[in-house]
């Protein structure tokens, strides 16, 4: 018998925009599953996790509706862990609130495309990976000159306090870019558009979510020429290692029961795009 269907997002949004096309089909994936309890973990249980608001087809808030990759992987991982959908309360975790949100008790997890890093990790621990994205750049569609991260010479770039993308433009263009940060992605992509940057950078994953919003469709195209590879990881608490190793055997289910290419093609994939193979959850 089939297994119950948890939800269904929107199909091939970002697969549209990374290819440019503003096409995309439902892929034939299956569907996400109910899954089986993870070792150790009971039913009856409550999380509060973080997630972006304003990543569309990746953490996305709605009035009372969450869609996105994210939203997927947050909600199966709670229901491995013992906690019903509606069990779960979501809240806003912008990039430079996520640390804090696990340090205060704030949220449990943060499933919001949370690059693991070492510095991260002196204050918080992290499952996964369960997804790789790279650094990129969301350009205006009638921009030819962009084509790389190697064509920024004097551009003004614009990316969000507290993310990786941010430090990796201090770090490798100090003094040969102008970089804006803002607390969220879309004021960079308003800005993007009203011409007072030239370019967003941050993960592929995100920037094509954007580019295939209706409101922006046709109006900005993703270069595609990935720069970093960003490793996505669940936050938790530090030092709590027993969460941990349930998130990570929760995200192995994930991958191997078929739900994270469903969840994928659901946000991402779709006619033509070559989805990426999943990482090796545990290796955080
Ligand atoms: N994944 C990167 C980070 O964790 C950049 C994207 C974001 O999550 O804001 O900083």
Known sequence: MAAPTL?????????A????TGLAACGDSGEIKKPDLVEGAEAGGKLTIGISYDEPGVGFKDGDDYSG??????????EALGVDDDDITWVRADPADREELLTSGQADLVVATYSITDERKQQ???????????QDLLIRRNDTEITGPKTLHDRVLCS????????YVREHYKGDITLKEYP???????ALLDGKVDAVTTDDLILAGYASEDRYRGKLKVVGDGFTDERYGIGVRKGDTALVAKVDAALKQYIDDGSWRAALDESVGGSGYDLPDPPTPGTA
């Open 17 to 20: 925009a990374l290819l440019g």
């Open 184 to 190: 969220r992605y879309s004021a960079c992509v308003e």
């Open 124 to 134: 918080v621990d992290f499952a996964g990976p369960y997804f790789v994205a790279h």
């Open 160 to 167: 969000v306090t507290g993310t990786t993308s941010s430090e």
């Open 69 to 78: 990759f994210d939203v997927d992987t947050a909600t199966y991982v709670a």
């Open 7 to 15: 939800r269904r997002g929107t199909c091939g949004v970002v697969l």
